[in-house]
């Protein structure tokens, strides 16, 4: 953060009756907080480290939006009550009820979920309070409230971090939140993102004409777009469900209802593929009846426009059949699963999760309609394969012209059921790709059997049979 935007916190630390006092003995900074940072490299720490709730299996639940996951691993015979504390928000997180997972994290920022009557209270600045804040920031982004991710960027960078780093050893320690992105201006001068004209459903039909084109990822035909219009300019755009920011080309940065206002260095989608570029706030954004005031965008190098679930999620709920995208809070879902939005506690990634039956076995991936699945239904991402999937494996280019684009991959055939529906046998294409967070994706052949209803109101998603073949999904 730029030094200007100083902000006069260290009375609140002290004094706030939001924080146990201080006694005369207990440090600003809790001694086993610097013991724990200690034991990273200060290289490590300069490039941002990730305080975590528990083990690698929450933050993996947490990614794949797994509830059951989480409240399994809350309510084993191993989990503290700090650990239950978390794994209940995450659960939040992972239905995107940001604003009760906001409310336990706040609580956690007063009390840091420790009884008052603690012989022995935390000091004011301690891992707990490191790691609530770290959701918080996370939690801020994902619902596209730019003002208080920006405040709560202010409050670790401009309090905590020189709190911390006066300790020898530790001078370089930053937590890798904020190295997803900054301000470049103060926070409170930034507008709500907010909607209208929801009130009522409302149907836009779905386009397959525009193939995407990207230099960083691999070009996909027959996907959907709706057109949208960005500050009185119709434009197609893509629905990313895949990925939590919408991404706009850098060209329309440069408009007049354009406001730059800081800068992502880090945003990944569902394919581990990263995007960097400046932040921007766009006045208006209208679909449909709808309209959204001052809606958060990443300018970058993409050469269509993408509406992440940032927005999407702003539309109450929704409805993606073959041929339209119905939305609006009156959409009657009548959903009775939990919907499941993976993220990353930093908040620079997010995605619509689903149940599948895969080869007989049951598993949650991404849905996301920008991932081209006319040849393969399912594409899985590794980090690395086994000897075996080694031996199967072959290179392929999916760009003839990009030569630096290459992987292995290899093929499956199997039998996909979801929700009981028979969806026959198809095909994945499993990739090696050392950037992959492990996750399987499908597209548009989720619609083949059913609709899909995202309720993002009441938090619930389900897919419900639609026989209707009058404009089958372009193959």
Known sequence: MPKKYQFLLYPLLLNS??????????????????????????????????????????????????????????????????????????????????????????????????????????????????????????????????????????????????????????????????????????????????????????????????????????????????????????????????????????KFSHASNVHLIGHINNADNAASENYSGELGIVEELKIGNATLKNVPFLFTNVNQAYLGLMILQKLGKIKINKQQMTFGKDINCNCQQDIHLGSALGGDFQSVQYPI????????????????DTVYNLTTYKSEFTPQEKEQSFEERPDPNNKELKFSVYFNKGNLFVDNMDYGQKKEIVIEDSRSRLATIIGLSILEKADLYLDFINHKACLKPNNSDATPIPQ
């Not at 920031?137 to 960027?153: Q, R």
């Not at 937590?175 to 507008?191: E, F």
């Open 357 to 372: 039956t895969w080869q007989g076995h049951t598993r949650l991936v991404v849905v996301d309609f920008t991932q081209d």
């Open 17 to 250: 009756v939001l924080l146990p006092p201080l006694k005369a003995d207990k440090p600003l900074v809790s001694p086993k907080l610097i013991e724990i940072l200690r034991q990273y490299k200060p290289e490590m720490l300069q490039e941002g480290i990730e305080l975590r709730p528990s083990g690698e299996e929450l933050q993996q639940a947490l990614f794949e939006g797994d509830t059951s996951l989480i409240q399994k691993i809350a309510t084993s015979k191993e989990s503290t009550n700090i650990v239950q504390n978390f794994a209940e928000i995450e659960v939040y997180q992972s239905k995107g009820a940001f604003q009760e997972a906001n409310r336990q994290l706040e609580i956690c920022n007063k009390n840091f979920f420790q009884d008052k009557n603690a012989q022995d209270l935390l000091s004011p600045i301690n891992g707990i309070l490191l790691t609530c804040s770290q959701m918080l920031i996370g939690n801020y982004f994902l619902e596209g409230d730019i003002k208080n991710w920006g405040i709560e960027l202010n409050l670790i960078e401009n309090v905590y971090y020189p709190a911390i780093q006066k300790f020898k050893g530790l001078e370089k320690f930053s937590l890798a939140v904020t190295k997803m992105g900054n301000l470049t201006i103060s926070p409170d001068s930034i507008p709500p993102f907010t909607v209208t004209g929801i009130e009522q459903q409302q149907s836009v039909p779905l386009q397959f004409q525009i193939p995407i084109e990207e230099i960083y990822r691999r070009n996909a035909e027959k996907l959907p777009s709706i057109i949208a219009s960005l500050n009185k300019e119709d434009i197609p755009f893509f629905l990313e469900t895949g990925a939590a920011i919408g991404k706009l080309p850098t």
